[in-house]
């Protein structure tokens, strides 16, 4: 069974620094994509980034950006010039494409603050 | 665009009563939608898969008689909380598959079973 392991309970970041998220997954499957949602206070779960495994180059969303090293199954989120908007709860999650039923994994959050 | 709404966004009802939610895709057609529940500074638990004209795919331990799902159109799928109790109060999420292979999520229903 795929899992996903987000080691950082809880982390915080001064306005305007840079934070890297981290993510590990297990999996036995070759094809499969990897995402980074963010679940503000509001409880909207929004899709932060994207990215296929059989994609080299790293996924970036303007200050979002991901470091995928697929031999060692890590997936971290960099934000770049932290905003006080950015304090929620990020959720790695993993899907292999199954014909229409893809469910996702998703790992247990990290908790961002960005402190002004 | 991939926009999903959810209604109600609260709902308080009395233990032994039914509460309908309903999960909608604005601007899309989703022939799969799953429904999620989220205790308090938790993840996401996925309870059942819904697939447009078939019966819906429960998650192991999800109780099929309580939480019944209905997706009757590609726009429209709902989850009906039968007979409640106080356990049940929780937060729940619908997501509806879309293109780009990605789930997207709508804002969440508030349940609170007094």
């Known amino acids: 069974a795929q899992t996903v392991t987000q080691s950082q309970p809880e982390m915080s970041v001064q306005e305007a620094e840079t934070v890297t998220l981290s993510c590990t997954y297990d999996?036995?499957?070759?094809?499969?994509?990897l995402f980074w949602y963010k679940q503000p206070p509001s409880r909207q779960m929004i899709l932060v980034i994207r990215q296929e495994a059989y994609k080299q180059q790293n996924a970036t969303e303007n200050r979002f950006s991901v470091n995928f090293q697929k031999a060692a199954k890590s997936f971290s989120l960099k934000i770049s010039d932290s905003q006080l908007g950015d304090t929620a709860m990020y959720f790695c999650?993993?899907?292999?494409?199954?014909?229409?039923?893809?469910?996702?994994?998703f790992g247990k959050g990290t908790k961002l603050t960005v402190n002004p | 665009g991939a926009v999903v709404s959810q209604h109600p966004s609260w709902v308080i009802c009395k233990s032994g009563t039914s509460v309908k939610i309903e999960c909608r895709s604005l601007?899309?057609?989703?022939?799969?939608m799953f429904w999620y529940r989220q205790f308090p500074k938790q993840s996401l638990m996925l309870m059942a898969t819904s697939n447009e004209g078939s019966k819906a795919t429960y998650e192991q331990g999800v109780e099929k008689d309580k939480f019944l799902i209905n997706h009757a159109s590609l726009t429209l799928s709902t989850l009906t909380v039968t007979s409640a109790h106080p356990e049940d109060s929780s937060f729940y999420i619908c997501?509806?598959?879309?293109?780009?292979?990605?789930?997207?999520f709508g804002p969440g229903t508030r349940l609170t079973v007094l």
């Open positions: 997501s509806a598959w879309g293109m780009p292979d990605t789930q997207y």
């Open positions: 601007d899309f057609q989703a022939t799969t």
């Open positions: 999996t036995s499957e070759n094809n499969y994509y």
């Open positions: 999650a993993f899907m292999t494409p199954q014909g229409g039923s893809e469910k996702l994994v």
